[in-house]
């Protein structure tokens, strides 16, 4: 295991723990976060019990992306929730250096899609049960090298930076430039505020202006992609006027 954080690209105030293997990264996350002493990126190079959104399997062969950021936002539920959206632009940003950035486009609430393939997704999870959570895990799982087997179920198929015609990199390369990029998002959410992070986010939204589906645990809405309030929720213009969507699963 390394704990150095000292890469060129490393972003200051950031920590740095790797592993060769854990049973998941969020698992990891949630054990070091009592004692955190400053935000720290957490990344396995296997994961025996890895996992996604609702309790899904996460299947992660070697080389592609396993890790978790666990930090303390000092936030609200409500804006800790939010922070999905600044995974998903720095993900973006860190993919656009290895592929066209045409290629890439973010799909509500938290996949990034690569030629209409699922690359990487993002599980959040917080601690706390007062007006401020205790702390913070951001999970990103990215496929780099290799595109998962025996995913079944999924709204859209997998694929992998290599499929999709993109360079090698190195999963602890990436996580550098992922770590960057993702410090960059939350300067810019301290200094300018949601709004900008929320409009960064629908320039590269997947299907905006078109219509999809969402199926949340009750029914199932379709309409125009109309964009994503202030709040993170989906709003989609129905035949019955607009919805508006804190959680779903969408289908295009």
Not at 16 to 39: F, G, K, N, W, Y
Request: charged letters at 20%; glycine letters at 8%; aromatic letters at 8%.
């Amino acid at each position: 295991m390394s704990t150095d954080g000292t890469h060129a690209h490393w972003p200051t105030g950031y920590g740095r723990v790797i592993h060769d293997s854990v049973d998941s990264t969020m698992a990891e996350a949630a054990r070091l976060a009592p004692t955190l002493e400053q935000p720290t990126w957490i990344m396995a190079r296997t994961q025996t019990a890895a996992r996604g959104r609702r309790g899904r399997p996460w299947i992660v062969p070697a080389g592609n992306l396993n890790a978790t950021l666990v930090f303390k936002p000092s936030c609200s539920p409500a804006d800790a929730a939010k922070r999905s959206f600044l995974a998903a632009n720095a993900l973006q940003a860190a993919l656009a250096i290895y592929i066209q950035p045409e290629k890439l486009a973010l799909k509500w609430p938290n996949d990034v899609l690569l030629s209409g393939g699922k690359v990487a997704g993002i599980l959040l999870e917080s601690s706390g049960q007062g007006s401020v959570v205790d702390w913070l895990s951001i999970g990103i799982g990215v496929n780099l090298a290799h595109t998962p087997d025996g995913v079944t179920g999924a709204a859209f198929a997998p694929t992998s930076l290599r499929a999709a015609g993109g360079w090698d990199v190195d999963p602890e390369d990436f996580l550098a430039v992922l770590a960057d990029t993702y410090a960059t998002q939350e300067d810019k959410l301290r200094t300018i505020g949601f709004a900008r992070i929320r409009d960064d986010w629908l320039s590269k939204a997947a299907r905006l202006g078109e219509v999809i589906t969402a199926r949340t645990a009750r029914e199932e809405i379709t309409g125009l992609f109309e964009t994503v309030d202030l709040d993170g929720n989906l709003v989609l213009q129905t035949a019955q006027g607009p919805r508006i969507i804190p959680a779903a699963d969408v289908y295009f």
